[in-house]
């Protein structure tokens, strides 16, 4: 059974970093690209950051260039988004998916990013 | 970036009603290698999203046979033949032949 399972998430001050983590299992994690995609409150879901199987190519939207980075550990099946000079809107609901047909997702973590 | 338009934002069906959710896109979908990355997921109440249909009309494995997908080009529909109570939430398209992005929902509610 494939499981996506996000940890990491949690209240942050503005200007502050956090690192989330997506610990993979009951397929070939290296085999697929991955993804991270968040949801604001009561808002829709908005895709931020896709890594490539090796990790050698990382993709992201532009608001969060420069100061998010997805990074992946394929012997530990685990993806990674460090977060930086986080700001209010980024206060969401993170999942990690499989980027090939967003056909799995983890439960997702809940970031606050407030003073 | 690719902009999804997702109508209509709301539905309201009966149990048994077949609706349609449309999902027209700014750019073209066809990518290159004559693959279509259209995809539709359900978003139930408090749960991640789940995928219905894939490359534009494929059925995932464990979905109901009562959701079809079609379209080409721009313009995209979710059918559901038959609404069932489970099938409340929010519906989203989503794109991966460009940079992805997601349509901006369609609530479906039950009568």
């Known amino acids: 059974e494939v499981q996506l399972v996000e940890s990491g998430g949690g209240l942050v001050q503005p200007g502050r970093s956090m690192k989330l983590s997506c610990a993979a299992s009951g397929f070939t994690f290296s085999s697929f690209p991955m993804a991270w995609v968040r949801q604001a409150p009561t808002k829709g879901l908005e895709w931020v950051a896709t890594i490539s199987t090796s990790g050698g190519s990382t993709y992201y939207r532009d608001s969060v260039k420069g100061r998010f980075t997805i990074s992946r550990d394929n012997a530990k099946s685990t993806l990674y988004l460090q977060m930086n000079s986080l700001r209010s809107e980024d206060t969401a609901t993170y999942y990690c998916?499989?980027?090939?047909?967003?056909?799995?997702w983890g439960q997702g973590v809940m970031v606050t990013v407030s003073s | 970036d690719v902009v999804l338009t997702q109508t209509p934002p709301t539905l309201s069906a009966t149990i048994g009603q077949s609706v349609s959710i449309s999902c027209r896109s700014s750019?073209?979908?066809?990518?290159?290698?004559?693959?279509?990355?259209l995809n539709w997921l359900l978003q139930r109440p408090g749960q991640p999203p789940q995928l219905l249909i894939y490359l534009v009309s494929r059925l995932e494995s464990g979905v109901p046979n009562r959701f079809s997908g079609s379209g080409s080009g721009t313009d995209f529909t979710l059918k559901i033949s038959g609404v069932e109570a489970e099938d409340l939430g929010v519906y989203y398209c989503v794109q991966s032949t460009h940079a992805p992005t997601f349509g901006s929902g369609t609530k479906l509610e039950i009568k």
């Open positions: 750019q073209s979908l066809l990518h290159s290698n004559g693959n279509t990355y």
């Open positions: 998916t499989r980027e090939r047909g967003f056909d799995y």
